[in-house]
Structure formats: structure tokens, C-alpha cells
């Protein structure tokens, strides 16, 4: 009676620090937002297929490890088959948060050079302020989600 209750235990703590810590944290509702308005424009970057990830969650742990959270893969894992009630969707959000951050990174590198370059055209006078001003906000247009 009183292993049965140590594993039951055991089992609540194990559920309970995979659900706080193990699982990926969603996108919020202004993030999915802009991701979609930087697919409409063409400047999303997926480096994780969001379907794939959800599919490979059936498996045990794999939708963890596909979406690079290693430690709720394991706990997936030596939780399977239970997992799969779970582990599909952690692998879905992770690989939505991995494309969404992939692509913040990409857009902020690309729109800093071409401000860079925008600097260096007004600091050796090739451009004036006004047209400066014009430059730095096509380019903020361009690379803007909205």
C-alpha cells in the first residue's frame, strides 16, 4: 500500500515538472500575428515544420527532441505511451516558436545592414536628410509584419 502510494507520487511530481518546465511555450496571439503577416510578405523563415513536429510527438520523446526541448523528450520518453496525449502539440508550439524567432533574427539582421548602409550613404553626404528619412522608413516598411 505504501509503494503503491510512493509511485503514485513519484508519477504526480514527474507530470507535474514536465507540464511547468518540459513543455514548449506557445506563441501568443500578437506573435502568431505578426509570424503571419511576415509569411504574407514572403520574410518567414520555417526551420521547423510545425505538422511534422505534432507527427513525430506520436512517437516517444521524438517531437521533444525535434524541437530541441532534450529534457521533456526524455521525460516523453520513459513516459510513452502516455506521452502522446501531450508531447504532439509541445512539438507543434516548439516548432511554431523556433520559426517565429528564426525569422525575428533573419528580419532584425537584414533591416539593421540596410540602415547601416543608409548611415554610411548620410555620413559621406551621397544622401541628404530628407532622403534619408524616406530610405529609413521603406525600409522599415519593408521589413515590418503589418
Given amino acids: 500500500m505504501i ?5 503514485g507520487m513519484v508519477l504526480s511530481v514527474v507530470l507535474s515538472i514536465l507540464m511547468i518546465s518540459g513543455c514548449a511555450t506557445p506563441l501568443s496571439s500578437g506573435q502568431k500575428q505578426e509570424y503571419r503577416g511576415y509569411q504574407a510578405k514572403g520574410l518567414a523563415v520555417e526551420e ?4 511534422a513536429a ?3 510527438g506520436i512517437l516517444p520523446g521524438f517531437g ?3 524541437v530541441r526541448e532534450y529534457g521533456a523528450g ?4 520513459l513516459l510513452w505511451p502516455a506521452s502522446v496525449l ?3 502539440m509541445s512539438g507543434y508550439q516548439g516548432a511554431q516558436s523556433i520559426n517565429y524567432y ?3 533574427e533573419k528580419i532584425n539582421g537584414l533591416k539593421d545592414k540596410e540602415i547601416s548602409q543608409l548611415e554610411d550613404q548620410l555620413m559621406m553626404e551621397t544622401i541628404d536628410n530628407k532622403e534619408y528619412v524616406s530610405a529609413k522608413r521603406e ?3 519593408k521589413y515590418s509584419a503589418y
Fill in 3 to 7: 509503494l503503491s502510494r510512493s509511485k
Fill in 48 to 51: 521547423k515544420n510545425p505538422g
Fill in 54 to 56: 505534432a507527427a513525430l
Fill in 64 to 66: 521533444s527532441f525535434y
Fill in 74 to 77: 526524455v521525460v516523453n520518453l
Fill in 86 to 88: 501531450w508531447d504532439p
Fill in 102 to 104: 528564426a525569422t525575428k
Fill in 139 to 141: 525600409i522599415d516598411n
